[in-house]
Nanobody, 116 residues
Framework: QVQLVESGGGLVQPGGSLRLSCAASGFPFSDHIMGWYRQAPGKAREWVAGINTSGSRTNYLDSVRERFTISRDNPRNTMYLQMNSLKAEDTAVYYC?????????WGQGTQVTVSS
């Protein structure tokens, strides 16, 4: 079955960096677009970044463009989100998502807290 496991979250000071990973299994990874989402306390889940199957095309939420970089390693079935210049408003649970066969699959999420 499809499984997505996020890791790499934690507590970081404003201006710091983190790299999130999403390890995938149970589907042909290189055949599927993927994305990162986040949900802050009391807010709706929002899309953060997306990547095509080869990794050659990416797009970003305006507020994270120039600070975050989404990438993927198809041989390792893993997607990444490099987050730099983190701000307090980036605090959220971050999720990876993949649509497979018309169904959206989500990981369990990883907490990112930006605070001094």
């Amino acid at each position: 079955q499809v499984q997505l496991v996020e890791s790499g979250g934690g507590l970081v000071q404003p201006g710091g960096s983190l790299r999130l990973s999403c390890a995938a299994s149970g589907f042909p990874f290189s055949d599927h677009i993927m994305g990162w989402y986040r949900q802050a306390p009391g807010k709706a889940r929002e899309w953060v970044a997306g990547i095509n199957t080869s990794g050659s095309r990416t797009n970003y939420l305006d507020s994270v463009r120039e600070r975050f970089t989404i990438s993927r390693d198809n041989p390792r079935n893993t997607m990444y989100l490099q987050m730099n210049s983190l701000k307090a408003e980036d605090t959220a649970v971050y999720y990876c998502k993949v649509p497979v066969g018309g169904v959206d699959y989500w990981g369990q999420g990883t907490q990112v807290t930006v605070s001094s």
